[in-house]
């Protein structure tokens, strides 16, 4: 197994479109999570998934933006009428239920560019 | 809610010598808490954690303290190796997902 993929690594986009990350986590982890990440800033929770179903959704996460892993395999993060402040790096992350230490395996990432 | 906070947005240090990256919290209920490198154009990887119940655990050249009563904690790395430069992330395991810390970005000279 080869670890979380993410695709595309790079996205740059016109404000007002809409954008698509896709996130492969390790094939036995059940749990996936997205995070996105500012400059200087460290990773801040947006959303995570147990198999198919989504669990918790951060304050962080607007209507314009919706999350789905429908087979509990891989999963999709949607921006629609993206803005300039939507401009991050979208980290997805898996594990296997909480783990004993809760740590998550993330992928290389996705860097999104809103001009 | 947790806040974690790495006061520290960075710090260099020599090649051989202690490298100390600091983190505070503010709730005293947790389990684990972890550390996480990064580096540039790449995702955060686990480097070590601690328990609650522990006050230090060691990884070969990695160690980290738990000051309970101060809600302080420290990553220790020695000796420094350039390849050790990188971002460092506190993150508080908050049963469902991890709360990160700011970052301390650490440079180490040859």
């Known amino acids: 197994d080869t670890g979380v993929s993410q695709d595309p690594r790079h996205k740059i986009t016109k404000r007002g479109q809409n954008v698509t990350f896709r996130c492969d986590p390790i094939?036995?982890?059940?749990?996936l999570y997205w995070y996105r990440q500012t400059l200087g800033q460290g990773p801040e929770f947006l959303t995570y998934?147990?198999?198919?179903?989504?669990?918790?959704k951060s304050r962080l996460l607007s209507d314009r933006f919706s999350a789905e892993r429908p087979k509990g395999s891989f999963s999709t993060l949607e921006i629609q009428r993206t803005e300039q402040g939507d401009s991050a790096m979208y980290l997805c992350?898996?594990?296997?239920?909480?783990?004993?230490?809760?740590?998550?395996?993330f992928g290389e990432g996705s860097r999104l560019t809103v001009l | 809610d947790q806040q974690v906070k790495q006061n520290s947005p960075s710090l260099s240090v020599q090649e051989g010598r202690i490298s100390i990256l600091n983190c505070d919290y503010t709730?005293?209920?947790?389990?684990?808490f972890l550390w996480y490198k990064k580096y540039p154009a790449e995702g955060p990887t686990f480097l070590i954690s601690?328990?609650?119940?522990?006050d230090k655990n060691e990884d070969g050249r990695f160690t980290v303290f738990l000051n309970k009563s101060a809600k302080h904690l420290s990553l220790h790395i020695v000796p420094s190796q350039p390849g050790d430069s990188a971002v460092y992330f506190c993150?508080?395991?908050?049963?469902?997902?991890?709360?990160f810390g700011g970052g301390t970005r650490l440079m180490v000279k040859p």
């Open positions: 992350a898996s594990s296997i239920g909480t783990g004993l230490t809760g740590e998550l395996f």
């Open positions: 094939s036995e982890h059940n749990r």
């Open positions: 998934f147990q198999n198919e179903a989504q669990l918790e």
């Open positions: 709730n005293s209920m947790f389990d684990y």
């Open positions: 601690i328990s609650s119940i522990k």
């Open positions: 993150a508080h395991n908050a049963g469902n997902m991890l709360t």
